[in-house]
């Protein structure tokens, strides 16, 4: 078992009894404590709206535990270990009154890690709460994405928690910054020469980032019909990797240092116009298709649907970073829901030799390309040229992979979920997983102008069949430029 590397700490879940909390968040606490990695002082407290028993939500929450911890991963020691660390205490959060019951039931507390997982419009309101106990200063807050809907909104919630927590107890969580691979971007970039002295316009050709799904909405079309995909993923997820992708190099690895850096390429991204959209940016909203041949909806026959939205649940674009290191590099984002796979990678592509001396009808498939895949087979892989192997072979060239599979490499260690990391930085209080608000900002300012732009145009997102890559538009969008996206089939 790993050795303590935490002080005790009291965990208050806000929302404790939401899918957020169910699925995610107590399975990584209990694997934090499987490893040996909470305190032995260390309890939590489950908040929620729900009344009756405690001892009957308990029981759900055991229940929900055993339901999506992997059953080889279930010890029934460190399961009573980890349930009999959890209380339940039923509070409305908009309710003033409600936190005097809270302070009674936290008692004296040194370390309070508030963790909300509730919808953004009620983080000031329970942060004010939190402020009549008294306990702000021994208090770190976790603030869930999404933050706001634009930036107006996100700079109204940030406002809220800033009246009563500064920015160094605030903990913003985007989970693909937990990502054991999104972590390996800064060793592999840094501590590597041989790709740091690579890393810039003069050896790059283009970068890829995609993160594809093969699920619908999943019953949160109330949630997502207001957000669309720009908002959901591309505000954060994707402009975090391209952050850490084409960030320079920080002057230390302390949180602000990290974080500088992340906001320089923010600041560096071309602002898109209208006159650019059609040819920079594609929306588009999935119909009915099959995946994996099973026949589904589309998005506007999921349940609850609004057969007039014009959401979109897939956006491609094409961005420019106005610097130095990258001038005239483009970056293709895309991301969408009922892709054929479930898909999380980052594809960089060097540029080809400047002078070629091997049989012409071979010249296209010479490249070398650096493959980060984060999902779902974490990884690392450099695509080479070798000669085939054989005496009639001459100088036949072929394309493959020098490979880190993290699964087989480390075969006898379990892969983090990345709530389990980023839950366990916040108990050591350390912020580098996180994001800081001039962040969330500056990434709110750049899908701003996006969203204004269609709604100038008054654009309509483009149909595409469930289990395909997007519209065709979206192969346009690369394909003008004379590239394909990687590994499409």
Known sequence: MTSITVEPCTIALFGALGDLALRKLFPALYQLDRAGLLHAETRILALARETGEPSSHLSAIDEHLRRHVPAREIDEVAMQRFMARVDYLTMDFLQAEDYAALADKLGRVERLIAYFATPASVYGAICAGLAQTGLTDVTRVVLEKPIGHDLASSRKVNDAVALHFPENRIYRIDHYLGKETVQNLIALRFANSL?????????????????????????????????????????????????????????????????????????????????QLGQQVVRGQYIAGSILGKTVPGYLE??????????????????????????????????????????????????????????????????????????PDEGISLQVMTKDQGLDKGMQLRSRPLQLSFSDTYRSSRIPDAYERLVLEVMKGNQNLFVRKDEIEYAWRWCDQLIAGWQRQGDSPKPYAAGSWGPVASIALITRDGRSWYGDL
Request: glycine share 4%; with cysteine; aromatic share 8%.
């Open 195 to 275: 790709f740091e002295t690579q890393w810039n316009q003069h050896h790059i050709s283009h970068v890829e980032i995609t993160v594809a799904e093969q699920v619908g909405i999943e019953g949160r079309w109330g949630y997502f019909d207001e957000a669309g995909q720009l908002r959901d993923m591309i505000q954060n997820h994707l402009l975090q990797l391209l952050c850490l992708i084409a960030m320079d190099p920080p002057s230390d690895l302390s949180a602000d240092s990290i974080r500088d850096e992340k906001v320089k390429v923010l600041k560096a991204l071309a602002p898109i116009t209208v006159e």
């Open 302 to 375: 999921e349940d609850n649907a609004n057969a007039q939205s014009d959401t979109e649940t897939f956006v491609a674009l094409r961005a420019e970073i106005r610097n130095w290191r990258w001038s005239g590099v483009p970056f293709y984002l895309r991301t969408g829901k009922r892709m054929p796979q479930k898909l999380s990678q980052i594809v960089i592509h060097f540029k080809e030799p400047p002078h070629y001396i091997f049989a012409p009808e071979q010249r296209p498939i010479i490249s070398n390309r650096l493959i980060i895949r984060l999902q």
